[in-house]
């Protein structure tokens, strides 16, 4: 059984800047990673990706300002986000992709003034 353990979130105004991360009890060698998140009432949705070769897609809502990276061993993801804006208020979870394991406790970032 895979645990997702995610850490970093926090209260920032909007502009800042946080950095999460997340470890993951083994090594993640081989496999594509993501971060997603979901915001009160809505949906959770798919934030970025990184794949095995470090290949990394995004969200268009963040491009340019949020950044995926990951070690494999041991197996952690990270998610550099800047010029934060309240519209990305929400629980931010890390896990593969696409999806297969069970999900974390997710970590809160709250973008307000």
């Known amino acids: 059984q895979v645990q997702l353990v995610e850490s970093g979130g926090g209260l920032v105004q909007p502009g800042g800047s946080l950095r999460l991360s997340c470890t993951v009890s083994?090594?993640?060698?081989?496999?594509?990673m993501a971060w997603y998140r979901q915001a009160p009432g809505k949906q959770r949705e798919l934030v970025a990706r990184?794949?095995?070769?470090?290949?990394?897609k995004y969200l268009d809502s963040v491009k340019g300002r949020f950044t995926i990276s990951r070690d494999n061993v041991p197996g952690a993801v990270y998610l550099q986000m800047d010029s934060l804006k309240p519209e990305d208020t929400a629980v931010y979870y890390c896990?593969?992709?696409?999806?297969?394991?069970?999900w974390g406790q997710g970590t809160q970032v709250t973008v307000s003034s």
């Open positions: 896990n593969n992709y696409p999806n297969t394991w069970s």
């Open positions: 083994g090594t993640i060698f081989g496999i594509y």
């Open positions: 990184i794949t095995t070769d470090r290949s990394t």
